[in-house]
């Protein structure tokens, strides 16, 4: 279902409400603003993952060398 | 003594995807915003919503800190202004608040850049969670007579709030 874009208005002197849907030019601007923050998102997941994987190496690594996990986490 | 004032509550009742606090009084020294957005979106992703001093964001600089599930808390410096607040909503989060507090000093001067300073904290289950600080600075001088909060990637559903408070130091 696609929900309906509206903009709620409230001036702060007359206390007024208004509820009104979004320009043509609004719309647009919504539509650059999802597309740039779901790539953002999408490369800081990735830069994550990356990180994650990382980490899971580096520790194997230190494990297969003979430190404990304890010792693993004291260099954390 | 400092001075806390209630300037506008608004409780949604239905879906919005924009609020806009308009035609804010200059009379105070500082303003205070608290924000609880509530989402049935109910997938895993970053849920954000824009704020715009006087509807614009051109030129913003922001930084983050910010943590959730999947992530050790990382560090996000961002010139780019596309996503100032967001919270957690993982995969087995259909109904939850976002709770953001946003202190803004001195917004009325008409010679400086303003600088806005947000706690986020997510009020979800013990598995679903994101918690966030961010500093957020405007390139304008003008004073901020409006406030705009925009879903980016989701609407404001009915039960979010909003409360904008004026601080006086006198």
């Not at chain 1, 001036?11 to 999802?34: F, G, H, M």
């Not at chain 1, 779901?38 to 990356?50: D, G, H, W």
């Not at chain 2, 949604?12 to 500082?30: E, H, K, M, R, W």
């Not at chain 2, 679903?128 to 559903?157: C, D, K, P």
């Amino acid at each position: 279902m696609v929900e309906t874009m509206t903009v709620v208005e409230i001036n702060c002197e007359t206390n007024q409400v208004t509820e009104r849907p979004y320009t043509s030019q609004e719309l647009a601007q919504y539509e650059i603003d999802k597309q740039a923050l779901e790539e953002r998102e999408s490369i800081e997941r990735q830069e994550l993952a990356a990180k994650a994987a990382a980490k899971a190496s580096a520790e194997a690594k230190l494990a297969a060398l003979g430190l404990t996990p304890e010792e693993i986490a004291a260099l954390r | 003594m400092a001075t806390f004032k209630l300037i506008q509550a608004y409780n949604l009742t239905g879906s919005a995807n924009t609020i806009v606090f308009d035609t804010i009084p200059q009379t105070y020294t500082d303003l205070c915003l608290y924000v609880t957005t509530y989402s049935t979106r109910g997938v895993a992703s970053v849920e954000s919503w824009q704020i715009r001093p006087n509807n614009s964001i051109s030129g913003t600089e922001q930084t983050r800190i910010f943590s959730y599930p999947l992530s050790s808390p990382a560090f996000n410096s961002d010139g780019g202004p596309n996503e100032l607040y967001s919270s957690w909503s993982g995969a087995n989060a259909s109904n939850f608040y976002n709770n953001v507090w946003i202190y803004i000093p001195n917004y009325t001067s008409t010679s400086v850049t303003k600088c806005l300073m947000v706690d986020n904290g997510t009020d979800n289950n013990s598995s679903e969670w994101m918690v966030s600080h961010s500093s957020m600075r405007t390139n304008s001088t003008s004073a901020i007579t409006s406030l705009t909060l925009s879903g980016v990637s989701y609407n404001f559903q009915a039960g979010s709030s909003a409360y904008l408070y004026g601080i006086s130091n006198a």
